[in-house]
């Protein structure tokens, strides 16, 4: 083992590999759950790097980028609104995870055997199949993953799209793993599993011949993606697509996808996004006669309806034609230009904000969110060409200062404080 400290960082080449579930046993393994790096957040210039990657090749075969303005700023959106919750508190996948080895484990296996290392990599990812098919036939936890499926188009900033509270139904299908795989081990293959499925969310990267056979592909996930009638509920895998074959829910790709969910929300407002499937659960619900036609509504796949099979019907699934116009902003070029700097501004500070996030008080932590959530919310709005888009940015700038002046945060640029003072 190397020393704990020199684990921390994080080598180009590892960065690479860890993005494809490449690192071996020796270079992963930890003792202790506090030792084992936080490679999502040490990942991120891998992701940018990668995005603009797919951005030249998709421009130097097809002459035009890979998706829209648009849409991929509500997804990288939807991606800080899901790591958020990590500035106060340890994600409840690791906290039950770790409560249940405590109290009721029934072996320890060893944290540094590589027997121990590739047994957890196929029992993560075989829980994964479990939650995500799960996550698409049970509505309460569609509610969450739907965020991942409203993307109309398909690329590398689709993977950051991630619901908020999908994580409270997901650990769920990890806790077995609890009575006998240590929380350290566990923590690697959480995070590299996730990390896997980045690179095939894209459309530059066709057939992968053998390796169609075993792995999760951009083939097969653009499938998942699809709302086409023969991609619903098809190809569940996370790392290996071994698992969708044995339970019968593969669909190799064939006509042309249209990506989404099946009734479009037409909207880029990151909250909406977000929760406007469990207001449609609420209303449901209330409106459903019968309290076991109630319980369904909640439980039963998202396509049921009183007399329907638990996931519904095929036919009940609109058409695609090939021909459907994704929903685009209507503002001007220049609203999206000012909203992409905005948020290039706030990515800045969203990193700065988890890299100090030690040294800062909780009421600066929790002022910091609130302003992130503004600005989220206002690039939304101004995308949506919403009617009070000019007052809440207006609002967002004076909060900014506010938050300048009292110390709760910083320029990036120190020869702009004069400026912020005047």
Request: hydrophobic residues 45%; aromatic residues 16%.
């Amino acid at each position: 083992m190397k020393n704990p400290e020199a684990q921390q960082d994080v080598s180009v080449s590892q960065g690479i590999r860890i993005m494809f579930y490449m690192m071996k046993p020796n270079e992963t393994s930890f003792r202790t759950l506090e030792e084992v790096p936080d490679y999502v957040k040490k990942a991120t210039p891998f992701f940018i790097s990668l995005m603009l990657l797919e951005l030249a090749v998709s421009w130097i075969r097809k002459g035009k980028p890979p998706g829209r303005v648009d849409d991929s700023l509500t997804s990288m959106s939807a991606g800080i609104l899901s790591r958020l919750p990590r500035l106060f508190s340890r994600s409840i996948e690791l906290t039950s995870y770790v409560y249940i080895w405590e109290n009721y484990r029934l072996i320890g296996l060893p944290w540094d055997s590589p027997w121990t290392w590739y047994l957890t990599f196929l029992a993560v990812d075989f829980g994964y199949y479990w939650f995500h098919r799960m996550a698409h036939e049970v509505n309460i936890m569609w509610a969450g993953h739907q965020t991942h499926h409203s993307s109309e188009d398909y690329n590398l900033s689709t993977a950051l799209r991630q619901s908020v509270f999908q994580v409270y139904t997901s650990w769920i299908f990890y806790s077995p793993l609890a009575l006998f795989i240590p929380p350290s081990v566990y923590a690697v293959h959480l995070q590299f599993n996730l990390l896997y499925q980045f690179w095939i969310h894209t459309e530059v990267i066709g057939n992968l011949g053998p390796l169609e056979l075993i792995l999760n592909t951009p083939s097969h996930h653009r499938v998942h993606h699809g709302r086409n009638r023969y991609c619903i509920d098809k190809n569940y895998a996370g790392t290996l697509i071994i698992w969708d074959r044995i339970f019968g829910t593969f669909e190799a790709e064939s006509e042309k996808v249209v990506y989404g969910l099946t009734h479009p929300i037409n909207t880029f407002e990151p909250f909406k996004v977000q929760f406007h499937y469990l207001i449609y659960i609420w209303t449901t619900f209330w409106a459903t006669p019968g309290f076991f036609n109630k319980f369904s509504v909640i439980f039963k796949g998202p396509g049921w309806s009183p007399g329907k099979p638990r996931l519904g019907l095929s036919e009940d699934i609109p058409e695609v034609t090939g021909k459907e116009v994704p929903f685009s902003s209507l503002a001007s070029q220049l609203i999206k230009i000012y909203a992409v700097v905005q948020f290039a501004l706030l990515l800045a500070f969203y990193e700065d904000t988890f890299a100090d996030k030690a040294a800062l008080s909780q009421v600066t932590l929790l002022l910091r969110v609130c302003f992130i959530l503004l600005t989220l919310t206002s690039i939304g709005l101004l995308l949506d060409q919403r009617p009070k888009a000019a007052l809440v940015e207006t609002l967002r700038c004076l909060v900014f200062l506010t938050l300048w002046r009292f110390g709760h945060l910083k320029p990036f640029i120190p020869s702009l404080s004069l400026a912020f003072e005047l």
